[in-house]
């Protein structure tokens, strides 16, 4: 199971931290993905990481603004977008998407207003 | 990265109708293809994985195909539960994902 932190509200300009626990002891071999769905709109995949490894894998449209990272026990998985612009605000997920067991956290919203 | 174009964006239908979703790729990802379902307020669902094998549960008058670079989702009699947004995912370049824009079955 995944458990998201809550929502968040954020200037622009600023960076924001969303955190995905894992719950289970097959979900630090597969990949976590952060997946992303503004007001409206698709689903747009923007990174992930395979805990066990601390491998990270990154779409090129957010190579440069998004870190993924994971705690030393690799069951927390975050996810940091810096640069907030009013385009990011939206409902990020956590998931896994085709391996191990399927699952999609509950959703972080996350609100860039000044 | 690879490129998920999918089409239409928007398909205006009726109970009973027969619909076809249609997922290209920029380059061969073999059967690396799922479909996705989503309502409002919820998480997205798989209903199709290895492009044609449905999940555990999922009504037979869904159908998936295709292999390399084109894929179809197929509704054979839509049912009121089915009007959702739906989406291919691709995962040949696995952990790399891609997703297709989405197809919003609406209520024609």
């Known amino acids: 199971q995944l458990v998201q932190s809550g929502a968040e509200v954020k200037k622009p300009g600023s960076s924001v931290k969303v955190s995905c626990k894992a719950s289970?002891?097959?979900?630090?071999?597969?990949?976590i993905s952060w997946v992303r769905q503004t007001p409206g709109q698709g689903l747009e995949w923007m990174a992930g990481?395979?805990?066990?490894?601390?491998?990270?894998h990154y779409a090129q449209r957010f190579k440069d603004r998004v870190l993924v990272t994971t705690d030393e026990f690799a069951t927390t998985v975050y996810m940091e977008l810096r640069g907030l612009t009013s385009e990011d605000t939206a409902l990020y997920y956590c998931?896994?998407?085709?391996?191990?067991?399927?699952?999609w956290g509950q959703g972080t919203l996350v609100t860039v207003s000044s | 990265d690879i490129q998920m174009t999918q089409s239409p964006s928007s398909l205006p239908a009726s109970v009973g109708d027969r619909v076809t979703i249609t997922c290209r790729a920029s380059?061969?990802?073999?059967?690396?293809l799922g479909w996705w379902q989503q309502k409002p307020g919820k998480a997205p669902q798989r209903l199709v994985y290895?492009?044609?094998t449905l999940e555990s549960g999922v009504p037979s008058r869904f159908s998936g195909s295709g292999s390399g670079t084109e894929f179809t989702l197929t509704i054979s009699s839509l049912q009121p539960e089915d009007f959702a947004t739906y989406y291919c995912?691709?995962?040949?370049?696995?952990?790399?994902?891609?997703f297709g824009q989405g197809t919003k079955l609406e209520i024609k």
């Open positions: 998931a896994t998407l085709s391996r191990g067991p399927l699952d």
């Open positions: 289970g002891d097959s979900f630090n071999k597969f990949a």
């Open positions: 990481v395979i805990p066990i490894f601390g491998s990270t």
């Open positions: 380059q061969d990802i073999g059967n690396d």
């Open positions: 290895r492009a044609s």
């Open positions: 995912l691709q995962h040949k370049s696995y952990p790399l994902y891609s």
